[in-house]
C-alpha cells in the first residue's frame, strides 16, 4: 500500500524514526498499526530533517487488511495528530518502493520578505532584506545537470557518492513570499538549504554570482554559504 503523507515538521526530529525522541515516521508507525492492527515497516521516499515539512512525503508498506483502500486515510488520521496527514492512498506492486522506484523530488523553500515577522508565515524563513533576484537566477544556472555537491553537503553527512542530478531550479515571487523550487533526482543532507544559503548571499550582493560556481567546483563545504533554515523548507511532490 502506498500512502502519501503531508506534515508540519515543526515539532518533529526529523522524519526517520529514533529512539527516545519524537518524529514523523514514529507517531504515523503507530497510527498505521492501530488501523491496520498489526506491525508495519514503513518505506519512505525521503527522510526529511527536524523541522523540514512536506506537502507529498510517500510511505508504502504491506498489509491484508480488509479496510476499503479509499477509507484508509481517513481512518488512519483519527489516530494522528493535526500536524500529520494522510492525503492519498493507493494500491501498489508489490516490488514498489517508495525511495527506489522514485523518478525525481519536487522540494520547495519558501522566503518571507515582508518587513515585520509574522505567524502566519512562521513555516517560513523570514528575510525582510533586500535581495536581486536576477542574480540569484544567474547563479541557480550552473547547478543543473549531473555534479559533485560535496560543497552543499552538511558537515556531518555520510554518504559514499556526492553526485547529484539536478533537473531545474526556479525562482518565483508572489506577493511578499518567495519560492525556490528544485526538481532533481536525490538530494544530499542539507543540500537544497545550503544551496538556498548561498544564492542570498549574492542576492544580498555579499557575493558575487559566480560565487556559486566556484563552491561548486571547490568541493569544500567551507566555500558554500550559510545553510537557509529548516523551516523553510518543504518536500512537494515524488514522482514515480
Known amino acids: 500500500m502506498k500512502l502519501t503523507v ?42 526529511t530533517d527536524r523541522g ?7 510511505v508504502n508498506f504491506f498489509s491484508d487488511t480488509s479496510i476499503d483502500i ?5 481512518v488512519i ?20 518502493h517508495a525511495r527506489f522506484s522514485a523518478k525525481g523530488k519536487f522540494y520547495r523553500y519558501a522566503i518571507y520578505r515582508g ?36 560543497s552543499f553537503m552538511g558537515r556531518r553527512a555520510v554518504v559514499k557518492d556526492t553526485i547529484r542530478r539536478i533537473y531545474d531550479i526556479s525562482l518565483k515571487e508572489k506577493g511578499d513570499m518567495l519560492y525556490i523550487d528544485f526538481y532533481g533526482k536525490s538530494f544530499l543532507k542539507n543540500m537544497v538549504r545550503i544551496i ?3 544564492s542570498i548571499e549574492i542576492g544580498a550582493g555579499r557575493k558575487d554570482a559566480g560565487f ?24 512537494m511532490k515524488i514522482y514515480y
Open 6 to 47: 503531508a506534515y508540519d515538521g515543526t515539532n518533529y526530529n526529523g522524519f526517520q524514526i529514533q529512539p527516545d525522541v519524537k518524529t514523523v515516521e514514529g507517531v504515523l508507525n503507530k497510527a498505521i498499526e492501530k488501523t491496520v492492527k498489526h506491525e508495519v515497516k514503513l518505506m519512505s521516499a525521503g527522510r
Open 52 to 58: 523540514v515539512h512536506a506537502i507529498g512525503q510517500v
Open 70 to 74: 479509499g477509507n484508509l486515510p481517513k
Open 77 to 96: 488520521n483519527y489516530h494522528l495528530p493535526e500536524d500529520i496527514s494522510v492525503i492519498d492512498s493507493e494500491y501498489v506492486s508489490e516490488d514498489f
Open 115 to 150: 518587513r515585520y515577522r509574522h505567524p502566519m508565515y512562521k513555516n517560513a524563513m523570514h528575510y525582510p532584506y533586500k535581495l536581486n533576484l536576477n542574480s540569484m537566477r544567474e547563479s541557480f544556472l550552473c547547478l543543473s545537470g549531473e555534479h559533485d555537491f560535496k
Open 196 to 198: 538556498v544559503g548561498t
Open 212 to 235: 556559486m560556481q566556484r563552491a561548486l567546483e571547490s568541493k569544500n563545504r567551507k566555500s558554500a554559504g550559510f545553510t537557509a533554515p529548516s523551516q523553510g523548507l518543504y518536500l
